[in-house]
């Protein structure tokens, strides 16, 4: 089975910082990862979706990069709606299977 | 717009059962696969299962094989989760979420606002 982590497992920031989160995956998954969000006591919102494309309705502010193992989410401009928790996600086809990785708290 | 709506969560017993139920609405529910994840209070996000638009292909995590057997009832857009010989670990917000296919591979693109499970004695 496929691993993900992240790092940093949390951070501190403020309005307008320019964050970055990290997700590496334990094998090559090509392009196959996405982000979601998760403000507390909600339900997670997808963010980018094959390591790069921008949902619709998800402002530009969020980007996504990456290919193979290591892959990068940034906030720039941070906004207050954005203190949350983002995790990623990959997909196994063989067999058909999800994993997320353990998430990254952003608050102040 | 999308909606969905869980419902049937509650407290049980170790040893028990629940069905929860999801609602869709605001798309065509028979051209969607569809997903439970599940999280633990205070814990990260959890794949459950996932079963295709037609009902066809189930596949589960390996954590509730065998105890747990999603389906659907497309004439009334309804997704459903069984669950038998539910266990302290299973305590948990229960999601439904659409499947969403990609270019790279697959997501989950809507969510419902979720159903707490809590099993204790």
């Known amino acids: 089975d496929i691993q993900l982590t992240q790092s940093p497992s949390s951070l501190s920031a403020s309005v307008g910082d320019r964050v970055s989160i990290t997700c590496q995956a334990s094998q090559d998954i090509s392009t196959s990862l996405n982000w979601y969000q998760q403000k507390s006591g909600k339900a997670p919102e997808l963010l980018i979706y094959?390591?790069?494309n921008l949902q619709s309705g998800v402002p530009s502010r969020f980007s996504g990069s990456g290919s193979g193992t290591d892959f990068t989410f940034t906030i720039s401009n941070l906004q207050p709606e954005d203190f949350a928790t983002y995790y990623c996600q990959q997909y196994d086809n063989i067999p058909p299977g999800f994993t997320f990785g353990p998430g990254t708290r952003v608050d102040f | 717009q999308v909606r969905l709506v869980e419902s049937g969560g509650g407290v049980v017993q170790p040893g028990r059962s629940l069905r929860l139920s999801c609602a869709a609405s605001g798309f065509i529910f028979n051209n969607f696969g569809m997903h439970w994840v599940r999280q633990a209070p205070g814990k990260g996000l959890e794949w459950v299962t996932i079963?295709?638009?037609?009902?066809?292909?189930?596949y589960y995590a390996d954590s509730v094989r065998g105890r747990f057997t999603i389906s659907r009832d497309n004439s009334k857009s309804t997704l459903y989760l069984q669950m038998n010989s539910l266990r302290a670990e299973d305590t948990a917000v229960y999601y439904c979420a659409r499947d969403f296919y990609t270019n790279s591979g697959r997501s989950f693109q809507d969510w419902g606002q979720g159903t707490l499970v809590t099993v204790s004695s």
């Open positions: 094959d390591a790069s």
């Open positions: 079963i295709s638009y037609d009902g066809s292909n189930k």
